[in-house]
């Protein structure tokens, strides 16, 4: 397997397009993480079914969020997408979440090319409120188990948001190599 931060850039993110990597599948209820150090996605845990994901996870290359780890991406499609496989993606906004008191972002964005549903999604605002409240919902609860009231759910933000978000991320990556 090829590691991903040395063959992928984050994408033209200013003009709304990323590339992300998959890690877990929607309706999976594995939690997949990608091991930068080894270059290998590996399991860390396998969450009861209750806390399947309801979206498709994944990952930015080449950047690093504040929780320490590459910038979260929440892809939205009707699909179950494989792990590894990398897409094009645009941006249509952020789920604002923090994690153990980390904050840890959430870019949500859709395949670029979605011909099955004519690419009706540009933003936010084409999700239904039903849908958003689900994966709030799951961000909310999914590690109950572990330690009870972990992670809060903080709202959302728009794609203008999101692209600051990956341009810090992107920045923040760099130093990390220097």
């Known amino acids: 397997m090829s590691d991903f931060n040395q063959i992928l850039e984050p994408g033209d993110y200013e003009n709304g397009q990323i590339n992300t990597v998959v890690e877990i599948p929607k309706g999976s209820n594995l939690k997949i993480e990608w091991d930068r ?3 290998i996605f590996m399991l860390d845990r396998i969450e009861p079914l209750i806390y399947s994901k309801p979206v498709n996870y994944g990952f930015i ?3 690093l969020d504040e929780d320490g780890d590459e910038l979260d991406t929440l892809i939205v499609c009707d699909q179950s997408l494989p792990t590894a496989i990398c897409l094009k993606a645009k941006v249509i906004g952020v789920l604002l979440f923090e994690d153990d008191g980390d904050m840890d972002y959430k870019i949500v964005c859709v395949p670029e090319d979605n011909r099955d549903n004519g690419d009706s ?13 689900q994966i709030e919902e799951h961000f909310k609860h999914y590690k109950d188990l572990k330690k009870l009231n972990s992670t809060k759910v903080l709202g959302w933000g728009d794609s203008t948001k999101a692209k600051q978000i990956i341009a810090e991320c992107i920045d923040r990556f760099q130093k990390s190599q220097a």
Do not use: F, V, W
């Open 37 to 39: 150090k080894r270059a």
């Open 61 to 63: 290359p080449k950047t």
């Open 121 to 133: 999604i540009n933003s936010l605002d084409d999700l239904t409120p039903r849908y958003k409240a």
